[in-house]
């Protein structure tokens, strides 16, 4: 090959090679107008997840008309003249339920708890030496306080919406907060317990009481009921029903021992966390199944 | 043949007058370094070569007249980069550039002078990149690489690197002072001494406002000064920072606490967050051409007092007594000292009648640092708790090779390998915190026994990792100023100290990047054009996210990004624009979603003009400058599928000028535009509301509001003497000419 057909043949590569570039720098130039407009708009793709927002309403357990009574498995026939709450915050959590934790069980008073041979053959597990049995995720909530009676199975709506995300609830937890309203507490009952010719009129609470906060267990940890099962995946339409069934709280109550107290100016005597129905009734309060039942409520329902 | 030679790229520069904005040539050679005019034959190395279509040397020139908060804010002049900085003036800037969130310089190389800025194992951010000692008034040229393509990019050029080269052209002495809105005043004056290189000059600002809003006053004092001195062949170059501020910051706002009206736009939680900086360099370049060295050391002090959570992590914890939450205010601290050396040797041959050149270069880096980060309860500097405290020794030790040839005249391969070593000696000098054992003393932040007996709270943690980089360049052309460009190359990101166990093979964020793309370049009637436009796909395999708990970064997953980009430059004696837009998507790799805060269009308007008036006197032409920038960020992607809005922001400033005194006004954020710089998703307790909130939320830092203001400038010095003394069209105010070409590289080994 000669120097000028050397020389042709480069020219024509070159040429070549630079017709090639401007053919690229003109596509190049197109795909900028078009990036440039869906840069503006930043369509395409999300960040995942979104945020929702649903509906919850909270009543007492369904049960036909007429008197709240029932019998305990100590053979007390009990009737619940009163009993009004107020629930909230309420926070939505990722977390798988857990039967029982450190911080949700609740302490027995310090006489009975050598005595408890359970608790010394098993110990309770815990997934971890923490406040609770793991932080899980908060995905939503219903920041909210809401008075309801407990009494009356019609379900009442928060005033506001839980807000959140789409993402999957395994459980929820209820803190409380003592109110004006109820006499500083967050749950107040009143009513009567017969067994054989023996009739109690009783009354009592579950208050938050800031002296009870120990390194242990912080008042944080005392507001709240944590692990409550509820299976969600929250969307608009959502709409979650909590019913709060108080049976519980006095299944092994024995109101005999109340009747060492002496009884107040309405005839009824009180209960607190140092007699068993007292302890009882905050156990039940605490305890993450059987008070408090989560429901989701089908979407046509909802609506 | 190989043969060693010696400064084959003479330099020249022209001999007298030119426009202050050098224009850059076929792929970033500045013209001033090829093109002589009057003869003047200096020494002095060329720009570097280019790595890739976005190896981007920008002169500042007149574009500098256009406001700028700071010299970080000149990034903006490279395509892509989206700046924040919502934690206060002396906080460093958050960088986005082509899809990376590169936080505060964890993703991007930060030098000056050779001299690395990025600080390793900072307890605020790894890589934590604060540009603050510089004097915006003396970058010359800022050379922003964005990607992994040159051996010389060393740690944490993940996304890229940028290059600060100090230099003052104008010779003589300015003394400028500001005051604009929010009792804002500025005062900076610059010596450059006529005759000598531009490298020589003394530069000092003393800065204070009361800052927009609540708690963002600062105050701050800087000082820069560099010498140069040649010694036949070899150049000697020093230069000295000096840096100090004491600043508020405003923080984080939950977007709807603004909403309900709780807060203002530009209010604070917790009016004792801010900072304390300072920051003290040296740097001597010894330059030979074929050799070089740059040894540098830095010392420095951080202490950022900051709160993003409010009440919500103070809970109770085993060996606490009980408490209340005290409130999430963290105050990290760190000091350390910084030493280095960069070198390079070269060799220089002649293949087919072309320059081939083969260069070895070695770097090495140690740091000592002291960082802690402690608790404070709400409002107040009362430490509650110790988060860490501890002592990291990192040393990194690389060594690269890389070539330059030119086997044809429209074939350029550049590329070579650069090996890196890192080694980490850490002393947590609290490894007990959080440990608790039964009976023992509450409240012990570092106790001195664990569940086995008595033992030292201290504990050392040592680490290593190698890590090699390859990278290439091939440049075809140019053909009538358009050249075609692809590069391929790896970088890394070092590991954090913060989280290596003892033992552990240091894990690196290895980066994978890959570009094409066209460069054109071309002078013709007075006129300077540069242009490019490329696409550019990154893979980073483990990459950084923003913990707000931890008030730092956390490791995450692997993401992707990919894109284009396009921008131009211009420049003509009155005229200088500059332009860019720049498109990304980032997504992570397990699950494809996006890369949330990552803005997909960046695009970027700077314009300059100077033209003398029709008017004089005292014989003396009036000259009128006025500058104009505006920045378009695209919708930015937002945890939980939403997005952010465009931002629009549009900065100006307009000065006349009579022989020595120059009286102009400036405007920032011209259209007044409101919008959230920073944005944040993640769960907070500010006690906005009754009750505790616990679902993550929107945050953001807000973006500072119009501020007007006036500015008055004395030029000293016989280019100021001569200024508007000619005709109309040569009334620019030129600059003395320096001694020597000035335009050498910022450092040994980190430009050739």
Same mark, same amino acid.
């Given at each position: 090959?000669?120097?000028?057909?050397?020389?042709?043949?480069?020219?024509? /590569?070159?040429?070549?090679?630079?017709?090639?570039?401007?053919?690229?720098?003109?596509?190049?130039?197109?795909?900028? /107008?078009?990036?440039?407009?869906?840069?503006?708009?930043?369509?395409?793709?999300?960040?995942?997840?979104?945020?929702?927002?649903?509906?919850?309403?909270?009543?007492?357990?369904?049960?036909?008309?007429?008197?709240?009574?029932?019998?305990?498995?100590?053979?007390?026939?009990?009737?619940?003249?009163?009993?009004?709450?107020?629930?909230?915050?309420?926070? +939505?959590?990722?977390?798988?339920?857990?039967?029982?934790?450190?911080?949700?069980?609740?302490?027995?008073?310090?006489?009975?708890?050598?005595?408890?041979?359970?608790?010394?053959?098993?110990?309770?597990?815990?997934?971890?030496?923490?406040?609770? &049995?793991?932080?899980?995720?908060?995905?939503?909530?219903?920041?909210?306080?809401?008075? &309801?009676?407990?009494?009356?199975?019609?379900? /009442?709506? &928060?005033?506001?919406?839980?807000?959140?995300?789409?993402?999957?609830?395994?459980?929820?937890?209820?803190? +409380?907060?003592?109110?004006?309203?109820?006499?500083?507490?967050?749950?107040?009952?009143?009513?009567?317990?017969?067994?054989?010719?023996?009739?109690?009129?009783?009354?009592?609470? &579950?208050?938050?009481?800031?002296?009870?906060?120990?390194?242990?267990?912080?008042?944080?940890?005392?507001?709240?009921?944590?692990?409550?099962?509820?299976?969600?995946?929250?969307?608009?339409?959502?709409?979650?029903?909590?019913?709060?069934?108080?049976?519980?709280?006095?299944?092994?109550?024995?109101?005999?021992?109340?009747?060492?107290?002496?009884?107040?100016?309405?005839?009824?005597?009180?209960?607190?966390?140092?007699?068993?129905?007292?302890?009882?009734?905050?156990?039940?309060?605490?305890?993450?199944?059987?008070?408090?039942? +989560?429901?989701?409520?089908?979407?046509?329902?909802?609506? | 043949?190989?043969?060693?030679?010696?400064?084959?790229?003479?330099?020249?520069?022209?001999?007298?007058?030119?426009?202050?904005?050098?224009?850059?040539?076929?792929?970033?050679?500045?013209?001033?370094?090829?093109?002589?005019?009057?003869?003047?034959?200096? $020494?002095?190395?060329?720009?570097?070569?280019?790595?890739?279509?976005?190896?981007?040397?920008?002169?500042?020139? !007149?574009?500098?007249?256009?406001?700028?908060?700071?010299?970080?804010?000149?990034?903006?002049?490279?395509?892509?980069?989206?700046?924040?900085?919502?934690?206060?003036?002396?906080?460093?800037?958050?960088?986005?550039?082509?899809?990376?969130?590169?936080?505060?310089?964890?993703?991007?190389?930060?030098?000056?002078?050779?001299?690395?800025?990025?600080?390793?194992?900072?307890?605020?951010?790894?890589?934590?990149?604060?540009?603050?000692?510089?004097?915006?008034?003396?970058?010359?040229?800022?050379?922003?690489?964005?990607?992994?393509?040159?051996?010389?990019?060393?740690?944490?050029?993940?996304?890229? =690197?940028?290059?600060?080269?100090?230099?003052?052209?104008?010779?003589?002495?300015?003394?400028?002072?500001?005051?604009?809105?929010?009792?804002?005043?500025?005062?900076?004056?610059?010596?450059?001494?006529?005759?000598?290189?531009?490298?020589?000059?003394?530069?000092?600002?003393?800065?204070?406002?009361?800052?927009?809003?609540?708690?963002?006053?600062?105050?701050?004092?800087?000082?820069?000064?560099?010498?140069?001195?040649?010694?036949?062949?070899?150049?000697?170059?020093?230069?000295?920072?000096?840096?100090?501020?004491?600043?508020?910051?405003?923080?984080?706002?939950?977007?709807?606490?603004?909403?309900?009206?709780?807060?203002?736009?530009?209010?604070?939680?917790?009016?004792?967050?801010?900072?304390?900086?300072?920051?003290?360099?040296?740097?001597?370049?010894?330059?030979?051409?074929?050799?070089?060295?740059?040894?540098?050391?830095?010392? $420095?002090?951080?202490?950022?007092?900051?709160?993003?959570?409010?009440?919500?992590?103070?809970?109770? !914890?085993?060996?606490? =007594?009980?408490?209340?939450?005290?409130?999430?205010?963290?105050?990290?601290?760190?000091?350390?000292?910084?030493?280095?050396?960069?070198?390079?040797?070269?060799?220089?041959?002649?293949?087919?009648?072309?320059?081939?050149?083969?260069?070895?270069?070695?770097?090495?880096?140690?740091?000592?640092?002291?960082?802690?980060?402690?608790?404070?309860?709400?409002?107040?500097?009362?430490?509650?708790?110790?988060?860490?405290?501890?002592?990291?020794?990192?040393?990194?030790?690389?060594?690269?090779?890389?070539?330059?040839?030119?086997?044809?005249?429209?074939?350029?391969?550049?590329?070579?390998? $650069?090996?890196?070593?890192?080694?980490?000696?850490?002393?947590? $000098?609290?490894?007990?915190?959080?440990?608790?054992?039964?009976?023992?003393?509450?409240?012990?932040?570092?106790?001195?026994?664990?569940?086995?007996?008595?033992?030292?709270?201290?504990?050392?943690?040592?680490?290593?990792?190698?890590?090699?980089?390859?990278?290439?360049?091939?440049?075809?052309?140019?053909?009538?100023?358009?050249?075609?460009?692809?590069?391929?190359?790896?970088?890394?990101?070092?590991?954090?100290?913060?989280?290596?166990?003892?033992?552990?093979?240091?894990?690196?964020?290895?980066?994978?990047?890959?570009?094409?793309?066209?460069?054109?370049?071309?002078?013709?009637?007075?006129?300077?054009?540069?242009?490019?436009?490329?696409?550019?796909?990154?893979?980073?395999?483990?990459?950084?996210?923003?913990?707000?708990?931890?008030?730092? *970064?956390?490791?995450?997953?692997?993401?992707?990004?990919?894109?284009?980009?396009?921008?131009?430059?211009?420049?003509?004696?009155?005229?200088?624009?500059?332009?860019?837009?720049?498109?990304?998507?980032?997504?992570?790799?397990?699950?494809?979603?996006?890369?949330?805060?990552?803005?997909?269009?960046?695009?970027?308007?700077?314009?300059?003009?100077?033209?003398?008036?029709?008017?004089?006197?005292?014989?003396?032409?009036?000259?009128?400058?006025?500058?104009?920038?505006?920045?378009?960020?695209?919708?930015?992607?937002?945890?939980?599928?939403?997005?952010?809005?465009?931002?629009?922001?549009?900065?100006?400033?307009?000065?006349?000028?009579?022989?020595?005194?120059?009286?102009?006004?400036?405007?920032?954020?011209?259209?007044?535009?409101?919008?959230?710089?920073?944005?944040?998703?993640?769960?907070?307790?500010? !006690?906005?509301?009754?009750?505790?909130? !616990?679902?993550?939320?929107?945050?953001?830092?807000?973006?500072?509001?119009? *501020?007007?203001?006036?500015?008055?400038?004395?030029?000293?010095?016989?280019?100021?003497?001569?200024?508007?003394?000619?005709?109309?069209?040569?009334?620019?105010?030129?600059?003395?000419?320096?001694?020597?070409?000035?335009?050498?590289?910022?450092?040994?080994?980190?430009?050739?």
């Amino acid at each position: 090959m000669n120097t000028h057909s050397a020389r042709s043949t480069f020219t024509r /590569v070159r040429s070549f090679v630079a017709r090639r570039a401007l053919t690229a720098a003109a596509t190049l130039a197109v795909l900028g /107008v078009c990036t440039f407009a869906a840069g503006v708009e930043g369509c395409g793709g999300t960040t995942g997840l979104r945020r929702v927002s649903f509906s919850m309403r909270v009543g007492g357990y369904e049960r036909s008309p007429g008197p709240y009574t029932f019998e305990t498995r100590t053979g007390w026939s009990v009737t619940l003249t009163e009993a009004r709450g107020a629930i909230g915050p309420v926070y +939505f959590n990722t977390i798988a339920p857990l039967e029982t934790s450190r911080a949700t069980v609740p302490r027995a008073p310090a006489s009975r708890r050598a005595f408890d041979v359970r608790r010394l053959l098993l110990p309770l597990a815990h997934a971890d030496s923490g406040s609770h &049995f793991g932080a899980g995720r908060i995905v939503a909530e219903i920041n909210e306080q809401r008075e &309801f009676d407990l009494l009356d199975p019609t379900l /009442v709506a &928060f005033d506001r919406p839980a807000a959140g995300v789409d993402e999957p609830v395994r459980t929820a937890e209820l803190w +409380f907060y003592n109110r004006a309203t109820l006499r500083d507490s967050a749950l107040r009952v009143a009513g009567t317990a017969t067994r054989g010719d023996r009739t109690v009129r009783f009354s009592g609470a &579950f208050a938050i009481d800031p002296a009870a906060a120990t390194q242990e267990q912080p008042l944080d940890a005392l507001r709240q009921v944590r692990g409550i099962p509820l299976e969600l995946i929250p969307d608009e339409e959502s709409s979650v029903e909590l019913r709060v069934d108080l049976r519980p709280c006095f299944a092994n109550a024995d109101f005999s021992e109340l009747l060492a107290s002496a009884p107040g100016r309405d005839g009824a005597r009180s209960f607190t966390r140092r007699d068993n129905v007292g302890a009882g009734f905050e156990a039940g309060v605490r305890a993450t199944s059987g008070t408090w039942r +989560f429901r989701v409520a089908p979407k046509a329902q909802a609506r | 043949m190989l043969c060693v030679a010696c400064c084959c790229f003479g330099a020249r520069v022209h001999g007298q007058q030119r426009p202050r904005s050098a224009p850059t040539s076929a792929h970033g050679e500045r013209s001033e370094e090829r093109a002589p005019e009057q003869g003047v034959r200096v $020494r002095g190395n060329p720009a570097p070569p280019p790595r890739a279509a976005s190896d981007t040397p920008i002169t500042i020139g !007149r574009l500098g007249d256009i406001p700028r908060a700071n010299a970080a804010d000149l990034l903006r002049l490279a395509p892509g980069i989206f700046l924040t900085n919502g934690l206060g003036e002396g906080h460093a800037e958050q960088v986005f550039l082509r899809g990376f969130d590169a936080r505060l310089g964890q993703d991007l190389e930060f030098t000056y002078e050779g001299v690395p800025i990025n600080e390793p194992a900072h307890p605020h951010s790894h890589g934590y990149a604060d540009t603050h000692s510089i004097i915006p008034e003396v970058v010359d040229q800022l050379r922003v690489l964005e990607g992994p393509f040159d051996p010389r990019q060393g740690d944490f050029a993940v996304a890229g =690197s940028a290059q600060y080269a100090l230099r003052v052209r104008e010779r003589g002495a300015r003394l400028q002072y500001r005051f604009g809105m929010f009792n804002t005043h500025r005062l900076v004056g610059v010596l450059a001494p006529e005759g000598e290189a531009p490298s020589t000059f003394v530069a000092a600002e003393l800065a204070r406002s009361d800052g927009y809003g609540q708690n963002r006053s600062y105050e701050r004092a800087t000082g820069n000064a560099g010498y140069e001195r040649r010694f036949g062949n070899v150049t000697l170059r020093g230069i000295v920072t000096s840096y100090l501020t004491r600043y508020g910051s405003a923080g984080v706002l939950r977007e709807d606490d603004v909403r309900a009206g709780r807060v203002g736009f530009f209010d604070t939680y917790d009016a004792t967050q801010g900072g304390d900086v300072s920051r003290h360099g040296i740097g001597l370049t010894l330059d030979g051409g074929t050799f070089g060295a740059t040894l540098w050391g830095t010392y $420095r002090t951080f202490r950022l007092r900051e709160n993003f959570t409010g009440f919500l992590l103070d809970r109770q !914890r085993a060996g606490q =007594s009980p408490h209340e939450q005290r409130g999430d205010a963290i105050e990290q601290t760190s000091s350390s000292v910084d030493l280095g050396l960069r070198a390079y040797g070269r060799l220089r041959a002649t293949f087919n009648q072309r320059p081939q050149t083969l260069e070895f270069g070695f770097y090495g880096r140690f740091v000592h640092a002291d960082n802690s980060q402690r608790r404070m309860r709400f409002g107040t500097n009362i430490p509650y708790a110790t988060d860490f405290e501890f002592t990291p020794d990192l040393a990194n030790a690389a060594i690269y090779v890389d070539a330059d040839l030119k086997p044809l005249s429209w074939l350029s391969i550049r590329g070579g390998v $650069r090996l890196d070593g890192f080694h980490y000696n850490v002393l947590d $000098r609290c490894a007990t915190r959080g440990t608790y054992v039964r009976g023992a003393p509450l409240d012990t932040e570092c106790p001195s026994a664990d569940r086995a007996g008595y033992r030292n709270p201290e504990t050392r943690r040592t680490a290593s990792g190698l890590l090699a980089q390859p990278r290439v360049t091939v440049i075809f052309g140019p053909w009538s100023g358009l050249s075609f460009a692809l590069a391929y190359g790896s970088g890394a990101r070092s590991a954090d100290a913060t989280y290596l166990g003892d033992g552990e093979r240091a894990p690196f964020s290895p980066t994978q990047a890959a570009e094409a793309g066209l460069v054109f370049t071309r002078d013709r009637g007075g006129w300077s054009l540069s242009a490019r436009a490329l696409g550019y796909l990154t893979h980073v395999e483990r990459d950084l996210v923003f913990d707000e708990a931890q008030g730092r *970064n956390s490791i995450a997953n692997g993401t992707t990004r990919y894109g284009g980009l396009a921008a131009m430059r211009a420049t003509n004696r009155w005229l200088d624009v500059g332009m860019h837009v720049t498109y990304a998507r980032a997504t992570f790799d397990d699950n494809g979603l996006l890369v949330p805060y990552v803005p997909p269009l960046v695009a970027r308007l700077d314009a300059s003009v100077l033209v003398p008036l029709p008017l004089k006197i005292r014989e003396r032409h009036l000259t009128m400058s006025a500058g104009v920038g505006a920045s378009l960020i695209g919708q930015r992607a937002l945890p939980l599928s939403e997005k952010a809005p465009a931002i629009f922001v549009a900065d100006a400033q307009l000065s006349l000028r009579w022989t020595h005194v120059e009286l102009g006004v400036f405007c920032t954020n011209v259209f007044d535009a409101q919008y959230a710089w920073a944005q944040y998703n993640y769960v907070s307790d500010f !006690r906005g509301q009754e009750f505790p909130t !616990r679902v993550a939320s929107r945050h953001f830092t807000a973006a500072p509001p119009r *501020n007007v203001g006036v500015s008055l400038t004395v030029h000293i010095g016989t280019g100021a003497a001569r200024h508007g003394a000619a005709e109309r069209g040569a009334a620019t105010p030129g600059p003395t000419q320096s001694r020597s070409s000035g335009a050498s590289a910022p450092s040994a080994g980190q430009q050739p």
